[in-house]
């Protein structure tokens, strides 16, 4: 998939406290504004402010304007963690891309600061090595719903393939970085079957995966417009099935979201927290995408910790746009 990166000044701030539910406390950074990985179902393409698909505006000036930001701060606090990819990918496949992203993240890790993110691309080695110098402030989570090329052509057809992110859960782990899973967003009828599901847990346990954090697909509008122009006609029938009897209710931020039945649902988690228990995983269900079920905080420890006091009782958290 050809990627078109066009350089951008970044005028606002680098760092962008959250303002909502457990966000608060937290700061995220985006590298780019668009992510050229293009997966079907994210929400983050349907964003007025995101470019045409295949463009991606990079922020030439971030590394710049962080430590500017850090430096003029430094005396009055300095964030304990900082999440990345709250609505893009910072390892796309472009050089000048992942240097910002090096920039971006030496900045933080030289200065104490934690950082979070979630990938679908191919992490270089080189940020393996950054990571190993700072393995206390770094967790690394690898988006991976499913190990068939079917799933990875179809719905994310600009990530890596399912053997190159299983090559990245190697490579953190042998480095000592704390890694876990996502799987979401999980296809009824395409992932979620007992082959495919028994695959995937027993795939992770043996790289020394331990936690997992499951999802199934939800719909907003965007996503749905998406979904019905980008998949295969038969794939799409099949979801449109699945979510017709659903209303629109509000979850989370979106006042707009179907979620599939929640028998459809229940089978499901359950058949993957067995599969996962099997191979010594422990699969929560992300509770912000399924509010009617007895859902967990997928939040990763070493993340809550870096923010405290944000995640007691019921509030939610939805920080990435898969
Ligand atoms: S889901 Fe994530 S990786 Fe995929 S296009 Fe959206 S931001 Fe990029």
């Known amino acids: 998939m050809s990627l078109r990166v066009i350089l951008r000044e970044r005028k606002s701030r680098a760092l962008n406290p959250g ?65 990345f990819n709250t609505a893009t990918d910072c390892f796309q496949p472009h050089p000048d891309i992942l240097e910002v992203t090096y920039q971006t993240m030496t900045i933080l890790l030289e200065r104490g600061i934690g950082i979070s993110f979630l990938t679908k691309g191919f992490i270089p080695q080189r940020f393996i090595e950054l990571f190993k110098g700072y393995r206390e402030s770094v967790h690394a989570q690898i988006g991976l719903v499913s190990l068939s090329e079917g799933y990875w052509r179809t719905y ?18 042998v480095g000592g970085i704390d890694t876990q899973v996502r799987i979401d967003p999980i296809i ?33 509008p965007a996503i749905q417009r998406q979904l019905r122009a980008e998949l295969p006609s ?18 989370g931020l979106s006042t707009k ?3 599939l039945p929640k028998r459809v ?17 422990s699969a929560v269900i992300c509770r912000c995408k399924n509010p009617d079920l007895n859902g967990e905080i997928c ?14 009782g019921k509030q939610q958290l939805i920080l990435f746009p898969c």
């Open 19 to 83: 303002t909502f539910g457990c966000l608060q406390g937290a700061f995220t950074i985006n590298v780019t504004q668009g992510c050229g990985l293009s997966c079907t179902y994210c929400y983050a393409r349907g964003y007025a402010t995101a470019p045409p698909r295949g463009d991606v505006y990079l922020f030439i000036n971030l590394p710049e304007l962080l430590r500017k930001e850090l430096d003029s701060n430094r005396r009055r606090w300095l964030p304990g963690m900082v999440i």
């Open 156 to 173: 994310e057809p600009g990530a890596v393939s399912p053997r190159e992110k299983l090559e990245n859960i190697e490579r953190l782990l």
């Open 188 to 220: 009824p009828f395409v992932s979620d079957t007992r082959e495919e599901v028994e695959a995937l847990f027993k795939a992770l346990g043996q790289r020394g995966i331990r936690n997992a954090s499951v999802s199934y697909l939800h719909l907003r």
């Open 234 to 251: 038969l794939h799409w029938k099949v979801l449109e099935s699945c979510f017709e009897n659903q209303s629109w209710v509000e979850v």
């Open 257 to 259: 979201t179907k979620l």
């Open 265 to 281: 649902r229940e089978n499901g988690y359950g058949r993957m927290k067995t599969s996962a228990q099997a191979h010594g995983i």
């Open 299 to 312: 939040v990763p420890a070493r993340v809550r910790k870096a923010i405290p006091g944000r995640f007691q």
